[in-house]
């Protein structure tokens, strides 16, 4: 059974018993990681994270797409300065605070930021028409959200340069060979059965479920934290070329970036 929650412009905020639902809803935009979403969907995670009925919470786009990355229209006309006054990269940091079990069940894209939210979650189900990237390299600029980091200690240096570098896309069975994600399943079961493995999960004793999270989190971030600061500058610091806002704007007008190199 599910339940409505308050009501959101760009995501949708459910229940269907233990387990919280937020479906990211901006499809026509591939559901593009605009400010005003991220917002909400940070305030849709924390107020399932803070509600004692929920012992999990899925995070998906439904079976369409996943996110097709940070919003590049917002990006275009960004200074360093700008991208780091307006924090948008803070909201990735409140998910990795989330405390329940945060399942990303990721249908389509899961590009850029989208791939490196889905990377945040705890456990991520594909279905089989997921596609995984960082095409940031496409438009001048680097994964800015840990993706250099993260997406490096799980899929090992090889494949994480030959994506990042390239802005290929992983397919849900290479992903899932890759340990990118848990499971594959059918796409139009995506939701479904993301949701039935955070009702399993809320069968566990939820101290323990937190304390294993918690733990797992720190082998796998250990000084990470490092990485993702030096990205993060690097990210900005790109702001500052005429390449990135080339391959932006190329991206928007639909036509082939002309890179200078400067
Ligand atoms: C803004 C986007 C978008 C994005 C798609 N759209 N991705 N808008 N930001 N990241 C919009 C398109 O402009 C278009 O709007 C509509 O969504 C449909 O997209 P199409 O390109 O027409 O669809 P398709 O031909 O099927 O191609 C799908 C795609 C392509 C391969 C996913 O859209 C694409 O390459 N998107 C950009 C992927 C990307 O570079 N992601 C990384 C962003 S940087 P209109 O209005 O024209 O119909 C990033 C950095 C994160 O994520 C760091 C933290 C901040």
Redesign the pocket.
């Known amino acids: 059974m599910l339940a409505c929650m308050p009501d959101y412009e760009h995501v949708l905020s459910t229940s269907d018993g233990p387990v919280g639902i937020v479906t990211l809803n901006r499809p026509?935009?591939?559901n593009?990681?605009?400010g005003p979403l991220l917002r909400e969907m940070v305030a849709a995670l924390e107020a399932h994270d803070a509600d004692p009925g929920l012992r999990a919470i899925v995070l998906t786009g439904g079976p369409s797409?996943f996110?097709?990355?940070?919003?590049?229209?917002?990006?275009a006309e960004a200074t360093p300065v700008d991208?780091l006054v307006r924090d948008?990269?803070g909201m990735?940091d409140r998910v990795k605070k989330i405390g329940k079990p945060l399942i990303a069940a990721v249908a389509g894209?899961a590009?850029?930021?989208?791939?490196?939210l889905a990377m945040l979650c705890d456990i991520v189900v594909a279905a089989e028409n997921a596609?995984f990237?960082?095409?940031?390299i496409?438009?001048g600029?680097?994964?800015?959200?840990g993706?250099t980091q993260r997406l490096t200690r799980t899929l090992g240096k090889a494949l994480a340069m030959d994506l990042v570098l390239t802005?290929r896309?992983l397919g849900a069975e290479e992903a899932l060979q890759r340990g990118l994600v848990a499971r594959v399943v059918a796409t139009e079961l995506i939701v479904d059965e993301a949701v039935r493995l955070g009702k399993e999960l809320a069968k566990r004793p939820p101290i323990s479920v937190r304390m294993a999270k918690e733990s797992i989190t720190r082998a796998f971030e250990g000084r990470v934290d490092d990485g993702i600061d030096l990205e993060r500058k690097a990210?900005y610091l790109l702001f500052a070329t005429r390449d990135a806002h080339e391959g932006?704007h190329a991206?928007?007008d639909?036509r082939q970036p002309s890179y200078e190199g400067r």
């Open positions: 026509r935009q591939l593009a990681l605009a797409v996110a097709a990355g940070a919003d590049i229209k917002e990006m991208m948008t990269i990735w894209y590009l850029g930021g989208g791939c490196e596609r990237g960082q095409p940031e496409n438009i600029l680097i994964p800015g959200a993706g802005g896309m990210f932006m991206f928007i639909k």
